[in-house]
């Protein structure tokens, strides 16, 4: 029998919330190290919040836009992850020295002809919407498109960010079809950062409710 539709909380700032997310059975967790993010956390911050992350847990996604190598093998070792979501230009080819799973983000809608999985392969394929600066600020993707990239990329793992919440979740789940869905200002209180508990329960609902 297939797995529910996985849920991964991204840019989680607080403890209260990540105990949350442990407590609801959520299956990532994303920490922003971005300085420009409205959710970025110091690396300090960040590893005072992967520690409360039970092993087994949620996965602990480190969130990036084109570090320096070095910066991110700092990051790797400091926090203890379990993957990195790359954002930006950069591919995991830019990081030889990389040996965690890495999330490749997709923004806007590309040529689907253009679309190649990349080597080495990512864990997991994250299509977002394309806006200015990183990350899809709440602005809704294109479903028909991502349904027909999910297609053209299988069999590659694909999930589906950008302007999710407990409104739209189980329409875009059911349209595009994706292995997971990427949530941030949609399980937010209306604060950058702040989770509302209340909107996980129902996220983690309506991902129950779908197998891929």
Known sequence: MSAPVR??????????????????????????LWPGSSRALSLDAAAALVARVPRPGPLRIGVVVDPDPATLQTIAE?????????HGDRTAAAYPGLTLPWVWVVRGTPELATLRVPEPA???ILLDAAVAGFGGRGVVHDWAWAAAARAALAPAQVWL?????PDNAAAAIAQVGP?????ASGAEDG???HKSTARVVALRTICATFPP
């Open 161 to 165: 960010a950008g302007g999710l919440g």
């Open 78 to 86: 400091t926090l203890g992850l379990d993957a990195v979501q790359l």
């Open 122 to 124: 990512p864990t997991w």
């Open 7 to 32: 849920l991964k909380i991204c840019g989680v700032t607080r403890a209260a919330d990540v105990d949350a997310c442990v407590t609801l059975g959520v299956d990532a967790l994303g920490f922003n």
């Open 179 to 183: 292995a997971g869905i990427d949530v």
């Open 191 to 193: 604060t950058p950062g």
